[in-house]
């Protein structure tokens, strides 16, 4: 009888770097380009790693452990944690996408102490062995710095298997008129038909800019200054903060690191005697100037035309030698149930 699990985060984001290498990094690197089904299952014999263990032993008890799973440092799943248990029990499923160059895939346990998380120790899994189709299951010897157990019996259980994206079926002929077909699996909206998209022309294209011109049009805005600008019109402007939810690890691990690579713009339109909704989907920025054109140029312009395409103010420094990432401003209309 197969035993129950709990469904994980089907993706994730972030970037860890484990401060040793495991046997397996150093093993043949190979590209793992499809999904990676990974059940997370238990520990057992943890040390603990808790701050003032000898002394406060009693009141805060032991680990907090939780597992991060990683491929070439891409953090692409995470448990949730168990308090005070040195044997959890996570039975926790992932269903990831990927697609990178690697020589593992990386289960790194965690103490979530009060102070910060603490690293127990990791358990690699050779990419060379996945890509044979069969599912790698059994229970693993956590390791540390050295390569040695990080205590004696702590071993980690877990179950993976890699399907490359050639045996994937719902990329072979896409959404099609299947009605069996439900779309992207996993994602928080269902697949809906009888929606009209129409796409728009980069506005770099002569002929392609419909001849209006707009009343007063306002551009390298922010969020306080649109606010402001509409503050006695019909329009209502809505602030929506970056920061992650209130339960959310990505808040706690990287709070000032986000990005917005796509905008929407969603208004009403005519219909009749009645009013309909209509979305327009876009790139980076709507309003900071930036500009793309249909070559799409990642590195060859960097120091030409784009030289000042970059606007990160968490970080500063040079970019130079990052490449651009291809967008258009308002690339399309949708309209209908989506």
């Not at 713009?265 to 980076?284: E, M, N, S, T, Y």
Request: glycine share 10%; aromatic share 8%; net charge neutral.
């Amino acid at each position: 009888m197969a035993e129950p699990v709990d469904e994980g985060s089907q993706h994730s984001q972030g970037v860890q770097v484990v401060p040793f290498r495991t046997p397996n990094a150093s093993l043949k690197v190979v590209l793992l380009h499809g999904n990676l089904d990974i059940c997370v299952k238990n520990a057992s014999h943890l040390p603990n790693r808790d701050s003032f263990n000898e002394k406060f032993k009693m009141l805060l008890g032991t680990s907090d452990p939780y597992v991060t799973i990683s491929v070439a440092n891409a953090v692409i799943g995470r448990t949730y944690v168990v308090n005070n248990s040195e044997n959890p029990v996570w039975m926790q499923r992932f269903n990831v996408h990927v697609a990178h160059y690697t020589s593992e895939v990386l289960f790194v346990v965690k103490d979530n102490d009060v102070i910060g998380s603490k690293l127990i120790g990791a358990v690699g899994i050779p990419a060379g062995i996945l890509v044979s189709d069969s599912v790698i299951e059994g229970t693993f010897p956590i390791l540390n710095a050295s390569g040695h157990p990080c205590k004696l019996g702590a071993v980690l259980t877990l179950s993976i298997q890699y399907t490359p994206v050639e045996k994937m079926a719902l990329y072979g002929g896409g959404v099609g008129p299947d009605p069996d077909l439900k779309g992207v699996p996993g994602t928080y909206f269902p697949l809906r038909r009888g929606g009209k998209v129409t796409l728009y022309q980069d506005a770099h294209v002569d002929g392609s800019v419909p001849s209006f011109k707009l009343d007063r049009g306002v551009m390298q805005t922010r969020d306080e200054e649109t606010r402001v600008f509409f503050k006695y019109s019909k329009v209502q402007v809505l602030l929506c903060p970056r920061s992650a939810g209130k339960g959310s690890w990505t808040k706690k691990d990287g709070e000032t690191i986000y990005t917005h690579h796509q905008n929407s713009v969603i208004v009403d339109a005519d219909a009749g005697i009645k009013r309909r909704i209509a979305a327009f989907v876009g790139g980076l920025d709507l309003c900071r100037g930036r500009y793309d054109t249909p070559e799409h140029s990642l590195y060859s312009t960097l120091h030409t035309l784009h030289k000042d395409d970059y606007h990160n103010p968490n970080y500063k420094g040079s970019t130079v030698g990052c490449p651009r990432e291809p967008w258009h401003d308002l690339h399309c209309r949708i309209e209908g149930p989506v």
